[in-house]
């Protein structure tokens, strides 16, 4: 099992920054991708961005340029910069873990929620 805890969101001003943390614990053997994905109200839930174990990255073409994810594969920590916010970034953001080996597998946090003020 591998729990997920998400922190850093919050109401900020269109323009703004802000941080967001994924705590990873319990056994990560063969947990290969990590990612941020996002789900506004009414909506699907969409990628934001990914990262593997060797640091390879993928964005949402929404937030490219923008966002920055990073992770500390040592420390379990996942990481995403939100800079320069828009009110359409505004919906709850989820970590996500897959375990690739040696059963394939998906974990998601609770989510954290992200308001972006016009």
């Known amino acids: 099992q591998v729990q997920l805890v998400e922190s850093g969101g919050g109401l900020v001003q269109a323009g703004g920054s802000l941080r967001l943390s994924c705590v990873a614990s319990g056994n990560m053997f063969g947990v290969n991708i990590m990612a941020w994905y996002r789900q506004a109200p009414g909506g699907q839930r969409q990628l934001v961005a990914s990262i593997t174990s060797d640091k390879t990255t993928v964005y949402g073409d929404s937030v490219k340029g923008r966002f920055t994810i990073s992770r500390d594969v040592v420390a379990n920590t996942l990481s995403l910069q939100m800079n320069s916010l828009k009110p359409e970034d505004t919906a709850a953001y989820y970590c996500?873990?897959?375990?690739?080996?040696?059963?394939?597998?998906?974990?998601w946090g609770q989510g954290t929620q992200v308001t972006v003020s016009s």
């Open positions: 996500h873990a897959r375990r690739l080996f040696p059963i394939p597998y998906d974990y």
